[in-house]
């Protein structure tokens, strides 16, 4: 399908040919754990103010004997609940849920051991992280499939964080919400991403 280039209508067979190509910005790994046994919690620590924002993707689970469940973030050491808040949009493909979380920055994504086979993913952008002015927001985009007889429905949800501190964030702390395990292979990624 010939494709006609938007900045000089010269038609090519190339998307790129005549447009300046887009680039999504420079992502630089700066740490991976993957787990290789069950942990109750996994932290990134002394974080570098030298980006612009951050990005986490994990794929993991826990070892609740359930279909699902969610983690806990906890930033910087700091245990003052009144300091988190969080909102999420989610569906099980028959509901959509939305939910406020006073006193939590909760993500979902992460089913529980009810499927040995099954991970979730997500995706967690921590937006001006290293900006003393303002508050830290957090969105993530999350889900997993456990359409079997056994482990019940998928989810998927959207989600919002506010760390209600100034402070630049130099450790991110992941626990499960229900005091389970995160399993053996789960895996976590910190990006910093330069503009």
Known sequence: MAVIS???KTKSGSLLVGNTPFEL???ESI?????????????????????THLQIRYLAKTSRAAVNDYAKLEINTDTTTSN????TLSGDGDSVYAEAHANAIEIGGFPGN????????GVLDFLD??????????????????NSASAGTGYVALQSGLWMSSSAITSIKFTSGTSSNFVANSS????????
């Open 6 to 8: 938007i900045k000089n």
């Open 25 to 27: 910005g420079n992502f």
């Open 31 to 51: 740490s991976t754990t993957t787990l290789t046994t069950a942990t109750a919690s996994v932290t990134f620590s002394s974080i570098p103010a030298t980006y």
């Open 84 to 87: 988190y808040r969080s909102h």
């Open 114 to 121: 009810t499927n040995a086979d099954m991970f979730g993913v």
């Open 129 to 146: 992280y290293a900006n003393t002015n303002k508050y830290k927001t957090i969105r993530t985009l999350d889900g997993f499939n456990q």
């Open 188 to 195: 976590f990624a910190l990006y910093g991403i330069k503009e």
